[in-house]
């Protein structure tokens, strides 16, 4: 089956998604982020990318798995990604571990258990670290990891 990669306005809801995700962050750290860019560009099996190359930043997600798994992606990966972004911001990327402690407790404030790190270390480490629920269900180990990879 070919799946066909998220519409315009499936797009727009996830940009408004990140950007009030954004906004939620900066109300409890008590500061303003600025707006980052987004972009509908990633392939494979990462549902998004925050990136900083030459300086700018931006999160990238992917249009395929977004439609495969919309809801998922609107209430994790958006999150997840919006927690890099600001945990970049408050600390710094280079002094903080992608999913370690300062990760997780802006997912935790941001309402989201930071189950991705738990699935992350578990059984992706390295380049599909970021391929997280939707992976665990292609694999067919939901079943097996009920408890820890329903939302
Ligand atoms: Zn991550």
Not at 20 to 46: H, K, N, Q, Y
Not at 81 to 103: F, I, K, N, Q, S
């Amino acid at each position: 089956m070919i799946i066909e990669p998220i519409d315009a306005g499936q797009q727009r809801a996830v940009h408004l998604a990140t950007e009030r995700c954004l906004r939620r962050a900066g109300e409890l750290c008590g500061r303003d982020f600025a707006s980052i860019p987004v972009t509908f560009d990633l392939t494979g099996r990462s549902a998004g990318m925050y990136r900083v190359r030459h300086g700018r930043r931006s999160i990238r997600y992917n249009p395929y798995l977004f439609a495969k798994y919309f809801e998922d992606n609107l209430a994790v990966t958006v999150p997840h990604e919006v927690a890099h972004y600001v945990t970049d911001m408050l600390y710094g990327l280079h002094r903080v571990r992608p999913h370690g402690m300062e990760w997780q407790a802006v997912m935790r404030s941001l309402g989201v258990e930071p189950r991705a790190a738990l699935l992350t270390t578990k059984f992706f480490a390295g380049d599909a670290e970021h391929a997280v629920i939707w992976v665990a269900r292609d694999l067919g180990i939901r079943g097996a990891l009920g408890a820890e990879i329903r939302f």
